[in-house]
Nanobody, 123 residues
Framework: QVQLVESGGGLAQAGGSLRLSCGAS????????MGWFRQAPGRERAFVAT????????YYSNAVKGRFTISRDNSKNTVYLQMNSLKPEDTAVYYC????????????????WGQGTQVTVSS
């Protein structure tokens, strides 16, 4: 049974930082591309970042490029999202996802999803 469990969300002030983690079990982690998506209140879930199997290739949405960094540790079956210079518009539920295609910005290319972790940024 595949499980993706996000952690590290919470409340931050604008300009601050948070680090999200997503631990995976039940799959061969290094075989999967990992992605982060987010869903803000009243909006559809949107792509944030993705990282290739070995970590050598990453892509970011324009909204977070230069502020967020995705990384992974295959020895720990964990993917991270370091979020710096946070803005109120970064407030959302953040989801990690695992897929075999990619790296991809498309949600349909990801097979497994976590439950999400709330990030709230106050101004």
């Amino acid at each position: 049974q595949v499980q993706l469990v996000e952690s590290g969300g919470g409340l931050a002030q604008a300009g601050g930082s948070l680090r999200l983690s997503c631990g995976a079990s039940g799959l061969t982690f290094s075989n999967y591309v990992m992605g982060w998506f987010r869903q803000a209140p009243g909006r559809e879930r949107a792509f944030v970042a993705t990282i290739s199997w070995g970590g050598g290739t990453t892509y970011y949405s324009n909204a977070v490029k230069g502020r967020f960094t995705i990384s992974r540790d295959n020895s720990k079956n964990t993917v991270y999202l370091q979020m710096n210079s946070l803005k109120p518009e970064d407030t959302a539920v953040y989801y990690c996802a695992a897929g075999l295609q990619g790296p991809s910005v498309g949600q349909n290319d990801y097979r497994y999803w976590g439950q999400g972790t709330q990030v709230t940024v106050s101004s």
